[in-house]
């Protein structure tokens, strides 16, 4: 070891308690939008365990302070300790607008800046100037028949709680149920300062009509005052109930889109649009979605549709579901991988979504403009696909094409032809091999080379999972191709013999469970499977280092 080396060395292992010792920071705001009169409570956690208190004196000018606290939480992470604190405080706007919260400092680190939209004050609920009292809102009054709406239960209490039950029977005819954790936060209220605990619910119509949802319920017991000290136990009962909701329910217009979806609002966008590609391989198209008014089991399936001239394969969506304004939104993305067939021009068809305007009560259409792709030759095999002639009309396309069941875009005849020969020519095989006497195969085969009866009848079967199948249809038919089958893909890995397929398999475990690219594990697995799988050599029992137990005579 040299000397620069061994410096270097002395100097990394100096620097790990340091780095160790890194702490870490990080602030947010409960609430992102408040009504004057109401507070968001901003969270400054830090693993500095030593770490004072922020000094809040700059947010005095914008904000009244009340409520700071502070916790501390000690965890066990890899087996080293850590210590986590978490200071609060409640802010409570002085003035309507885009309000700024400035970063602060936490022992030797600074909290990002943060933003608060303060809005007017709020009509005083016609409950209020009771200890305890309930409040319910819904975003839409006359909404449609499996509508999803937004239902806010406000709890206020301007005495301490000491335990309580807050209850909303669901309404026959419609389904409702609970969505993310409570919120609290303070309200001033005609001069007195009220605590507010705020539920959110979804409730969705099943059926036009009238619909009553009950009022909520509450029972707890609270924080006497000076009587209830002297003459009782210290406690005071406490009960509200809020007052009913009537929504009156319409059915869905005869002229609406189908399938139907009554929303707000509906955007559509390409995240990934490329420009170009090639043929035989794979291009990743992405599209995103964002619905106000909707969850993701409400929103249909996103497609993408490559027509005669490539094969689309899907990725499973990804969904992102908040609740803002009072009513659920949803944003969806998915992720598709174009396989263009030849060389030329392709247009993937426009995508294009119906939904109904809840507001304006009239049909629209969310739609994406057609993608073109430049399609340049393949590096395996597709230089000399032929490009398509301007005055070939576009219906000849389909001679050379067939629809395949749960496949976008067409099927070579090709394809199918060379499937159809494969599988007659497996099952010739596997009657020829079982003719030939049992004392006439090889016990093992060299290294490296392809086993009979390990697996190579179930080839054509990964051909068809790799063209047209998902993840899980490929593993599968990864697992079949060893014999006995493998029970998964750790130990199929250890049977293969070469470097290639044995990475091939890995970039499809990483495209499966860890966020690798699924086009790209494709690709690599039609490369490294293009001639079968090479297993290791089974190891000669005649080699065995010890001696039979019971001899033969």
């Known amino acids: 070891m040299n000397s620069r080396f061994a410096r270097l060395l002395v100097a990394f292992v100096l620097l790990l308690p340091v780095l160790a010792a890194h702490a870490e920071i990080r602030a947010w705001l409960d609430r992102e939008r408040v009504s004057l009169g109401e507070t968001a409570t901003l969270n400054i956690e830090t693993d500095e365990a030593g770490a004072d208190a922020p000094d809040y004196s700059s947010l005095m000018r914008d904000f009244d302070l009340s409520g700071n606290t502070s916790s501390r939480q000690f965890e066990m992470i890899n087996g080293q300790g850590r210590t986590r604190v978490l200071f609060a405080v409640a802010l409570q706007p002085k003035r309507e607008g885009l309000l700024t919260v400035p970063p602060l400092t936490v022992g030797k680190q600074r909290t990002r800046p943060l933003t608060l939209t303060a809005t007017a004050a709020s009509v005083a609920p016609a409950r209020a100037g009771g200890p305890v009292f309930i409040e319910t809102e819904v975003d839409d009054d006359e ?32 389904s409702l149920q609970r969505v993310g954790e409570d919120l609290q936060y303070a309200r001033e ?75 707000r609002n509906l955007q559509l966008r390409y995240v990934a649009a490329p420009q170009q590609a090639r043929a035989g391989e794979a291009a990743t198209v992405i599209v ?31 969904s992102d579901e908040t609740f803002a304004e009072g009513r659920p ?27 109904w305007d809840v507001r304006s009560d009239s049909a629209r ?37 067939v629809r395949i ?20 020519w497996l099952v010739t095989l596997a009657w020829g091999l079982n003719r030939r006497h049992v004392a006439h195969a090889p016990n093992s085969a060299p290294a490296g080379e392809p086993q009979p009866g390990a697996g190579t009848g179930s080839l054509s079967m990964l051909k068809r999972a790799l063209d047209a199948g998902d993840l899980g249809d490929i593993t ?7 014999k006995p089958a493998a029970a998964d893909l750790e130990s199929l890995l250890e049977r293969f013999d070469d470097a290639r397929q044995r990475d091939a398999v890995e970039q499809l ?40 137990l019971y001899p033969e005579a």
């Open 405 to 424: 069941p749960g496949v976008q875009g067409g099927v070579g005849v090709w394809a199918v032809t060379t499937v159809v020969f494969a599988l007659l």
């Open 288 to 318: 995103e979605a964002t619905a106000d008014g909707a969850t993701a089991a409400q929103m249909p399936e996103l497609q993408l549709s490559g027509g005669d001239g490539a094969q689309v394969f899907a990725e499973p969506a990804q």
């Open 509 to 548: 475990r990483r495209a499966r469970w860890g966020g690798g690219d699924p086009a790209a594990a494709r690709t690599a697995l039609r490369a490294a499977f293009a001639h079968g799988p090479r297993w290791k050599a089974a190891r000669d029992p005649s080699l065995a280092p010890l001696a039979p």
């Open 365 to 401: 259409t969310a739609a994406l403009p057609a993608l073109q792709l430049k399609v340049a030759p393949g590096a395996a095999g597709n230089a000399n696909a032929p490009a398509p002639s301007a005055n070939v009309a576009p219906t000849a396309a389909p001679s050379r094409w």
């Open 329 to 355: 939104q949803v944003k969806v993305t998915r992720r598709f991988s174009v396989v263009p067939a030849r060389v030329g021009d392709l247009a993937l068809a426009p995508l294009r979504l119906g939904w």
């Open 476 to 482: 599968d038919a990864l697992l079949a191709l060893a």
């Open 189 to 263: 209220i005609q001069g007195r300062r009220y605590n507010v605990i705020e539920r959110r619910m979804l409730l969705i119509p099943e059926r036009s009509g009238t619909l009553t949802v009950a009022g909520a319920r509450f029972s707890g017991r609270g924080a006497g005052g000076f009587f209830d000290d002297m003459f009782g136990d210290g406690q005071r009962e406490l009960r509200a109930n809020g007052p009913p909701r009537i929504l009156k329910v319409q059915s869905a217009p005869a002229d609406a889109p189908q399938p139907w979806l009554p929303l």
């Open 143 to 174: 909404p449609y028949v499996q509508q999803a709406v937004g239902l806010v239960m406000r709890l206020y209490y301007a005495v301490p709680l000491l335990s309580g039950q807050l209850e909303l029977d669901p309404p026959e005819g419609a």
